[in-house]
T-cell receptor
Framework: AQSVTQLDSQVPVFEEAPVELRCNYS??????LFWYVQYPNQGLQLLLK??????LVKGINGFEAEFNKSQTSFHLRKPSVHISDTAEYFC??????????????FGRGTSLIVHP | KAGVTQTPRYLIKTRGQQVTLSCSPI?????VSWYQQTPGQGLQFLFE???????NKGNFPGRFSGRQFSNSRSEMNVSTLELGDSALYLC?????????????FGPGTRLTVL
């Protein structure tokens, strides 16, 4: 079984400031890692994913995340945020294929609030 | 290319009733997954369909069921509605099964049970 902990339920930040949204996970098997964004009244949109290889992953809208296996973390960062980045962000893990069970586990979400 | 569409977008039902939600995946996508999103429990996986067969099921009671048609469109049904079933129900489609295939989410159906 897997679990995902997003350490901050809400992160307020001023426009053009850097931001980090934290995500830790636990799993007894190898996992793929994902970050999604959800804007009000919309579904989720994939920001980035870590499948293998380089531990620094770049995604859309200037976001990046670093996979740290020893700390079982996958923190999301952006060097300079915009008002339009205000949204809910979800970290998720999915086990490597094991008998076809691909059930993903999501964190509770972090609300990023960007102030002018 | 049109995105994932879900109908209806909003629904109000009373306890004990049943409801059917519909999802049309992106053209060419064969895998459809359903999720329940609530403030208390967050996002939880309901089930995954591929080639008209349920491939995975989350930890939900038998009142929650679904199906997929030959054109990949999917429906989910909740019978004997309870207050706790009030949630945003999200559908996601992907080309094929597995986490290597990006999931594209619809806007959801917001179900309110009174």
């Amino acid at each position: 079984a897997q679990s995902v902990t997003q350490l901050d339920s809400q992160v307020p930040v001023f426009e053009e400031a850097p931001v980090e949204l934290r995500c830790n996970y636990s799993s007894s098997v190898s996992v793929y890692l994902f970050w999604y964004v959800q804007y009000p009244n919309q579904g989720l949109q994939l920001l980035l994913k870590y499948l293998s290889g380089s531990t620094l992953v770049k995604g859309i809208n200037g976001f990046e995340a670093e996979f740290n296996k020893s700390q079982t973390s996958f923190h999301l960062r952006k060097p300079s945020v915009h008002i339009s980045d205000t949204a809910e962000y979800f970290c998720a893990v999915s086990p490597h294929a094991s008998g076809g069970s691909y059930i993903p586990t999501f964190g509770r979400g972090t609300s990023l609030i960007v102030h002018p | 290319k049109a995105g994932v569409t879900q109908t209806p977008r909003y629904l109000i039902k009373t306890r004990g009733q049943q409801v059917t939600l519909s999802c049309s995946p992106i053209s060419g996508h064969r895998s459809v997954s359903w999720y329940q999103q609530t403030p208390g429990q967050g996002l939880q996986f309901l089930f995954e369909y591929f080639s008209e067969t349920q491939r995975n099921k989350g930890n939900f009671p038998g009142r929650f069921s679904g199906r997929q048609f030959s054109n990949s469109r999917s429906e989910m049904n909740v019978s004997t509605l309870e207050l706790g079933d009030s949630a945003l129900y999200l559908c996601a489609s992907s080309l094929d099964r597995g986490p290597l295939n990006e999931q594209f989410f619809g806007p959801g159906t917001r179900l309110t049970v009174l």
